[in-house]
């Protein structure tokens, strides 16, 4: 027992102090995982054997990486992104791969080594990518969309790579020939297990899902999410596939119901700790030694891979009709290695395709361009405004669009931010016929917004050159609507420079900045906590027949003193936040009614949409704004629909908009 269980605390305790630091240094902490394992595999201090129970565990950990891939892959995402991804995301992995068998034919090696290393050095780390984009708020700019269909079609790609790898493991004295059946014979069997799979996956899972979701359980919610991941994919492994084409299309039915964020919750601590298993035997393959004994290869391979992406992808961009700038920033954020690229180079070597000598190099060269990979990212605006003019040009229209509407404003409001309390306060504004201008940096807000005919622009509030676009000298009142003290800091730092008479009124998430706040210039500083109590205490004391002058003026006079009387609470194990919560509140979607949707032509009475919990808030017709619509209003291709109600119903309401 102690034997077999010092290899897993070993593990366990390299993983968790590699993944620490790597947090500390704002890394991915995939790439401790890979270092890890570097560390403690085999060819290094050779604390963990090489053996087929660790690569089991490691095959869990890719299952459970296509599930989450197939949980996000959504049909009307495709059919909205079909150009970028059957386009561009086509012709960057074919041009790839075709690039790497040449190379591999320059240097005399099997065309089937060339296949292998090109499909994976086509693909690129989404976990890296898609993360960095989320932080830098650029997820839904134009080079960000780019970004995300090259990707969706690189996860694509690797369905078909796994199918084919089996197949060119098996060897053939007529090559051309047998290849060719074996392939064909792959894709057929393949084709066949996919119809089968969906045609009657469809009809069950959501009826199924229905039966297990009212037991009201969340372990059997769990267990029958796991059945069906390690189900579909043993299914797809009895017909001589992989295991990772079923957990694919596990993710893909479930993807298709209301239950996929409920399931993407519930199934993300196993998927996390599988995968960084799998990462750290990956790392295992690496053997140092091999590495610096090649160490001009690694570096030739980790230049070329950098530079020919940059080149092929920027050009592919060019191609599809984007500026020089946002084409080198999709270029420079998908030119690393990626997650696939290792489950691709693992299943080959399990099948003998690749050397050690040449698996080595690739292996090195992909890792360092994944450590590369946020510095790139990181940075490439820096290099993009120093070779392209229009970058500063960009900066100029931002500034001039929210000029533009707000050039005809006189005692106007200016909202900092427009999340749900910057919401909130427009709707009111709105009622009380106030004019507003809110301004945001979350393009994807800002594009739903503006499609329902809010008046919301992009721009960042702590800059002084858009809070004067926006007005700030003739402006009444301006709200800071989110809860950050470093950016209202900045914000009141500029106001105090241009206008100190302005008014403005501060959100704060408790009574830890309000003296720092009001001290820098707020003139009033709500602290939202604090308001929650205050609104609590002045329905408690009407219901105890305290008269209602008294209510309102404790409550005046608690906030005339800062809110004295509240300061300090006694702590407890129930004030942490609860990570879920935010799935559960209602929140606004945007939904554009394409042509062949479901709900073409038909009535909102006719979707019951009230059913699924969800409210139409408005319709949106020919840039005309829809105001209170009813259960006669009847949807036309075009439509832009604008629905409230929980991040679940949203998902199965969108599901019966666009798919019946």
């Not at 366990?12 to 890890?36: H, N, Q």
């Not at 089996?166 to 894709?187: C, H, K, Q």
Request: proline share 3%; glycine share 8%.
């Amino acid at each position: 027992m102690t034997d077999s269980l010092l290899p897993i605390l070993i593990l366990l305790s390299t993983a968790v102090f590699a993944v620490v630091i790597f947090r500390l240094l704002r890394l991915p902490p995939m790439l401790g995982y890979l270092l890890s394992g570097v560390l403690i595999g085999p060819h290094a201090l050779g604390w963990i054997p090489d053996n087929e129970e660790t690569r089991h565990l490691a095959e869990f950990g890719v299952v459970f990486l296509m599930f989450s891939i197939g949980l996000e892959f959504s049909l009307p995402k495709l059919v909205t992104m079909k150009r970028i991804v059957f386009g561009f995301g086509t012709l960057q992995v074919v041009i790839s791969i075709v690039i790497v068998m040449a190379i591999a034919w320059l240097l005399n090696l099997d065309w089937r080594v060339g296949l292998v290393i090109g499909g994976a050095l086509a693909m690129s780390s989404t976990a890296i990518v898609i993360k960095m984009l989320s932080e830098r708020l650029e997820l839904n700019t134009l080079h960000g969309r780019q970004v995300i269909g090259v990707l969706l079609f690189q996860d694509l790609a690797v369905i078909p790579l796994l199918i084919v790898i089996p197949a060119l493991a098996t060897s053939f004295e007529n090559e051309s020939i047998e290849y060719g059946n074996v392939l064909a014979a792959a894709a057929l069997k393949a084709l066949a297990v996919l119809t089968l799979i969906l045609f009657f996956g469809q009809r069950l899972m959501r009826p199924w899902f229905h039966v297990v979701a009212q037991q009201k359980s969340s372990e059997l919610f769990v267990l029958n999410v796991l059945l069906i991941t390690l189900g579909l994919a043993w299914l797809t492994e009895l017909a001589g596939l992989s295991l990772a084409l079923g957990a694919f299309l596990a993710g893909m039915l479930i993807s298709e119901t209301e239950y996929r964020y409920q399931v993407e919750d519930d199934i993300k601590p196993f998927r996390d700790i599988l995968l960084g298993l799998f990462f750290v035997t990956i790392g295992m393959l690496l053997d140092i030694q091999v590495v610096i004994d090649n160490f001009l290869w690694v570096a030739v391979i980790l230049t070329g891979l950098i530079i020919l992406k940059i080149i092929l992808i920027t050009g592919l961009s060019r191609l599809f009709g984007t500026q020089p700038n946002t084409a080198l920033r999709t270029g420079m954020s998908l030119a690393q290695g990626g997650e696939f690229g290792f489950v691709l180079l693992a299943q080959a070597t399990m099948h003998g395709l690749i050397d050690n000598a040449i698996l080595q190099p690739v292996l090195a060269a992909m890792v360092l361009s994944m450590l590369l990979a946020p510095f790139m990212i990181e940075y490439s605006e820096r290099v993009i405004q120093r070779f392209y003019t229009s970058e500063w040009m960009q900066r100029a229209m931002e500034i001039t669009t929210i000029a533009a509407q707000t050039i005809a404003e006189q005692n106007h409001v200016i909202i900092c931010g427009y999340g749900r309390s910057g919401q909130n306060l427009s709707r009111l504004l709105e009622q009380e016929s106030v004019p507003f201008i809110a301004l945001d940096l979350d393009p994807r807000r800002i594009h739903e917004a503006k499609m329902a005919g809010e008046a919301v622009v992009y721009g960042d509030a702590a800059r002084k050159e858009v809070l004067i676009a926006a007005g700030v000298l003739r402006a009444k009142v301006l709200v800071v609507s989110y809860a950050d003290t470093v950016s209202a800091l900045k914000i009141l730092n500029h106001v105090r420079i241009l206008r100190p008479e302005l008014t403005v009124v501060v959100r704060t998430r408790d009574d830890s900045d309000i003296d720092l706040l009001k001290e820098a210039g707020a003139t009033e500083v709500v602290a939202e906590i604090l308001e929650g109590s205050l609104m609590l205490a002045s329905h408690a004391l009407m219901f105890m027949d305290v008269s209602t002058g008294r209510i309102l003026r404790r409550i005046r006079q608690t906030r005339e003193q800062r809110y004295s009387l509240f300061r300090g609470f006694y702590y407890g194990v129930t004030d942490e936040s609860d990570e879920g919560h935010e799935r559960l509140l209602p929140r606004l979607l945007t939904i554009t009614i394409t042509p062949g949707a479901a709900a073409v032509s038909k009535t909102l009475g006719e979707l019951c949409l009230p059913d699924l919990s969800v409210e139409v808030t408005a319709v949106r017709r020919r840039n005309i704004r829809g105001l209170l619509p009813s259960d006669e209003t009847r949807l036309e291709a075009g439509d832009v629909v604008v629905l409230r109600g929980t991040q679940e119903n949203l998902a199965a309401a969108e599901i019966r908009l666009m798919q019946g």
